[in-house]
């Protein structure tokens, strides 16, 4: 009977180990996620908490940083923070007061001159690291494309697959609306200031769900080109995979290991922002300071975003 008994605990043991662990795609075990009690003595409820906002890619992180600081489920958790709109809306909107914290990529120049202009300053610091990756239909037979390749495309240069490796059709290369997250993202990494060429209105998509259908749905998908941040794509949409493919640059292929590493060429970080003015006992100066420390490093880690290794 104690042999049965010491078995019976033992499978229970076993299966409630397994149910702790991460599911695929890694991650660390629920062990090794911070709680509640590590924030100190600062009682953060439902009413003190921070206007918390930030780009769309970054609302996992959002959401697990909220549930563990309050200790909700995630769907309440996501209830009380905004992960809408474009990048450079969000930063704006920290500089007006909407928001007192941004879990957010790259401000762009406009955002960056707004806030000048309303004397307002940023404090930011790197959480985490992404990447501006290009995506085609699954359809076309190109693999990978060099970061010269890409710009060449992007100035008009380019106009037809078969002249990087590809069959003979017209290349459709899309563009992200010039305040989103994934613009300033290109802005800044394949950096052609005003020879970036001016597409047709209809190849400028206004979200980032938009332009992964855009490259599932055109008709005669095999000629589109377009780009995304890696996260969002991989563990937000990874649906999106099954009608299109990520390229390789310059013979890397993206992923948290490559981005991480730097090895992947157009890898970028991403921040947690307030105001620089924040006075050090506000809510939102003490959860900016968790989400800096080694304790809040580790839910970028959980949510499975890539992490600077170098």
Known sequence: MKKITALLILAAF???????????GGGASSSDTPTASSIGNFNFTKDTYPKMGGSLAALPLGEAVTATVLGLDRDTASSMITFEGSTTDNYVALADGKFDILLAYEPSEEAKEYAKNKNFEYEMTPIG???LVFICSIKNKISSLTVDQIKDIYTGKTTNWKDVGGSDMEIVPYQRNKDSGSQTLFDKLINLGDDLMTPPKEQIVESMIGLLEAIADYDGAEG??????YYYLTNMEASKLETSKILSVDG???????IGSGEYPLS????????KKAPEDSPERILYNW???EQGKQL???ENYPVRTK
């Not at 076993?14 to 695929?24: F, N, Q, T, V």
């Not at 970080?269 to 105001?275: A, E, L, Q, T």
């Open 129 to 131: 690291v992404d990447a």
């Open 300 to 302: 970028v880690v959980n």
């Open 252 to 258: 890397v292929v993206p992923s948290n290991e490559t």
């Open 224 to 229: 589109s080109l377009g780009y995304t941040v």
């Open 268 to 275: 970028n970080d991403f921040y947690v922002v307030i105001s």
């Open 291 to 293: 989400i800096c420390s």
């Open 14 to 24: 076993i299966l409630s180990a397994a149910a702790c662990g991460k599911s695929a």
